[in-house]
């Protein structure tokens, strides 16, 4: 199995910053995308973004230049950075990875427990 344990979300005034970090461990072979996803009340999760083992990037959308996605592949983790936030971007967001736990495995898709952000006005 692989786990994710993210860290970093917090409560911050409207035009703040935040950086959220997630960490995958356990039996991993090899992880594909990793990426982000948040969920607001009362709203379906959504896309945040996501990053390939390449480096490949892909935002929801009008996040691109306000947040931005980075990864570590050696260290498995993967962060958020979150610029000019705005109270809309309150929601518990969620750390997500496609992995496998051996070459012959096919690829899971798992989740972190999620991380609550929250913007004041």
């Known amino acids: 199995q692989v786990q994710l344990v993210e860290s970093g979300g917090g409560l911050v005034q409207a035009g703040g910053s935040l950086r959220l970090s997630c960490e995958a461990s356990?039996?991993?072979?090899?992880?594909?995308?990793m990426g982000w996803y948040r969920q607001a009340p009362g709203k379906q999760r959504e896309l945040v973004a996501d990053?390939?083992?390449?480096?490949?990037?892909n935002y929801g959308d009008s996040l691109k230049g306000r947040f931005t996605i980075s990864r570590d592949n050696a260290k498995n983790t993967v962060a958020l950075q979150m610029n000019s936030l705005k109270p809309e971007d309150t929601a518990i967001y969620y750390c997500?990875?496609?992995?496998?736990?051996?070459?012959?495995?096919?690829?899971?898709?798992?989740w972190g427990q999620g991380t609550q952000v929250t913007v004041s006005s």
């Open positions: 356990g039996r991993i072979f090899s992880i594909n995308t």
């Open positions: 997500n990875a496609e992995g496998r736990t051996s070459m012959l495995s096919n690829y899971n898709s798992y």
């Open positions: 990053i390939t083992s390449s480096g490949g990037t």
